[in-house]
C-alpha cells in the first residue's frame, strides 16, 4: 500500500503562485503514475494533470495547460504541481492520487491511491 500526503494549498491573490506537493511512503513511488485532481463543493473531481514514473510522459488539461507544470522528484518520492498565474476558478480542493499502471489516466476512477487533498483559494 502507498500513501500520499499533499501540502503547500493556501490563499493566494489572482495571478500568484502556488506550488503543491505531493509526499509518498510505503510500496515504490518510482513505479507509480500521479495524476492530480480537484474538486469544488457538488462538482466531480476533475483532471488537472498527470505525470509518469520517469517525468517523460505529461498530460494537462486544457484549463491549465502553459500555467500549471506537473513535476516530480523520484530520489525524494515527491510529487509537485507548480501552479503559475492563477485564478479565482482555480478555487478547489486539490488531490494527489497514484496508479501503477504506465498509461496517464484522466478519470478519478482509475487511480487506486488517494491522498487527503489540500484547500486551494484564490481570491479576486
Known amino acids: 500500500q502507498v500513501q500520499l500526503v499533499e501540502s503547500g494549498g493556501g490563499l493566494v491573490q489572482a495571478g500568484g503562485s502556488l506550488r503543491l506537493s505531493c509526499a509518498a511512503s510505503?510500496?515504490?513511488?518510482?513505479?507509480?503514475?500521479i495524476g492530480w485532481f480537484r474538486q469544488t463543493p457538488g462538482k466531480e473531481r476533475e483532471f488537472v494533470a498527470a505525470?509518469?514514473?520517469?517525468?517523460?510522459?505529461?498530460k494537462y488539461a486544457d484549463s491549465v495547460k502553459g500555467r500549471f507544470t506537473i513535476s516530480r522528484d523520484n530520489a525524494k518520492n515527491t510529487a509537485y504541481l507548480q501552479m503559475n498565474s492563477l485564478k479565482p476558478e482555480d478555487t478547489a480542493i486539490y488531490y494527489c492520487?497514484?496508479?501503477?499502471?504506465?498509461?496517464?489516466?484522466?478519470?478519478?476512477?482509475?487511480?487506486?491511491?488517494w491522498g487527503q487533498g489540500t484547500q486551494v483559494t484564490v481570491s479576486s
Open positions: 505525470i509518469n514514473w520517469a517525468g517523460s510522459t505529461i
Open positions: 510505503g510500496r515504490a513511488f518510482l513505479s507509480l503514475t
Open positions: 492520487a497514484g496508479d501503477y499502471s504506465i498509461v496517464l489516466y484522466t478519470t478519478e476512477g482509475e487511480y487506486d491511491h
